[in-house]
Nanobody
Framework: VQLQAYGGGLVQAGGSLRLACAASGSMFSINDMGWFRQAPGKQRELVAAINSDGSTNYADSLKGRFTISRDNAKNTVYLQMNNMKPEDTAVYYC??????????????WGQGTLVTVSS
């Protein structure tokens, strides 16, 4: 499974940005897709996840500002980010999880896309 992320860039505080992550390869066993982020000097943290059935999970601090969605026909997951804050500045990584891969499950990662929010 290969993942390609798009849409990062520079945005002013209060603005919006939409990230996309297109997956290719064997997607048959993929269930969860989503986004993590890593700010400078901090650990990677979960932003949002969406299952193949459409159920979602968000970091508590981001609920109401970020929305994750998924187009299964296009194997693409999106992250709509609104009312952005400087603390949202990070490299955003998309992922796809296959619970059957290698017998124990495996998370595939995209290459990361930089999001910078100016104050």
């Amino acid at each position: 499974v290969q993942l390609q992320a798009y849409g990062g860039g520079l945005v002013q505080a209060g603005g919006s940005l939409r990230l996309a992550c297109a997956a290719s390869g064997s997607m048959f066993s993929i269930n969860d897709m989503g986004w993590f982020r890593q700010a400078p000097g901090k650990q990677r943290e979960l932003v949002a996840a969406i299952n193949s059935d459409g159920s979602t999970n968000y970091a508590d601090s981001l609920k109401g500002r970020f929305t994750i969605s998924r187009d299964n026909a296009k194997n693409t997951v999106y992250l709509q980010m609104n009312n952005m804050k400087p603390e949202d500045t990070a490299v955003y990584y998309c992922y796809a999880f296959d619970p059957r891969a290698y017998g124990v499950g495996y998370r595939y990662w995209g290459q990361g896309t930089l999001v910078t929010v100016s104050s």
